[in-house]
DNA sequence: AAACCTAGTATCCAAAAAGATACCTTAAGC
DNA sequence: GCTTAAGGTATCTTTTTGGATACTAGGTTT
């Protein structure tokens, strides 16, 4: 019973940290990318976080990392095959963020939109 | 196109905090709750964290918040309307968690259950 | 008159997450 | 023999989150 919401947070855990959305969001739409790749991807992200956050992908099974034995090194990153049974969830969580965004617009005017379109002007 | 993972974070915004989840359990499987009621189902919360979760899922409308003014004080709790649509997608998560648990326990074995067992009693 | 009730605020402090910066490896190119 | 390359790690600082504690209001009970 109580379950029902430890079950929405291990959902959530997986999801959580600034940047796991964007990087699954690249992976799915690129396919397979190399760690530098993802790094020119997502401009303002931090080699440490890049790195933390694809071994936790990993550690869930989300994420598959491959590397060649080769100098200078290269990895690439792609969504496993287990990880793609996620693309629904997340395609239903977009859907509803889509959504709610709009709801919000309904509510308090299109304001936050604004604030979103001054924070990336730095 | 970026905006695919916006969203997403849009629809992590509301869940993300320690107690959101489990607030919204009881609140979507109870119906109506007092503050104090919603303390007790929730015995590790203070009334700081309480007020803050509830306010921040007020102010997204997916929780009703009716003042009795009356002495001492009575406030009700409920889901919106609105909020109740968030039904399918947080069972969608729960869902996807439980089978994500399964997953987790088949690669790594049920140590983690053991540690979540222990975490309990104290 | 003191204590209790509910639904909070206010203030301060600890812990966790994120960010900045510097450093490492080893082979190839100049 | 110095620099560049890729994919990191190590260390330190800042920011964000969460928690502990004390306090408030004003009518009711003791």
Redesign the pocket.
Same mark, same amino acid.
């Given at each position: 019973m109580e379950e029902s919401c430890s079950t929405v947070e291990t959902a959530l855990e997986i999801l959580?940290? @600034?940047?796991k959305p964007v990087i699954l969001y690249h992976l799915f739409t690129s396919g397979t990318m190399?760690? !530098?790749?993802?790094?020119r991807a997502l401009p303002?992200?931090? @080699? @440490?976080?890049?790195? !933390?956050?694809?071994?936790e992908l990993e550690y869930h099974d989300i994420v598959h990392?491959k590397?060649?034995m080769?100098?200078?090194? @290269?990895?690439?990153?792609s969504i496993t095959e287990y990880g793609l049974k996620m693309g629904p969830l997340l395609q239903a969580m977009n859907d509803w963020g889509t959504s709610h965004m709009q709801h919000l617009n309904e509510l308090y005017g299109d304001d936050r939109k604004v604030q979103a379109l001054e924070a990336i002007q730095d």
């Open positions: 959580v940290g @600034k940047w190399r760690f !530098s790749e993802l790094q303002n992200i931090t @080699k @440490k976080m890049l790195t !933390s956050q694809l071994r990392r590397i060649y080769q100098i200078p090194p @290269k990895v690439e990153y």
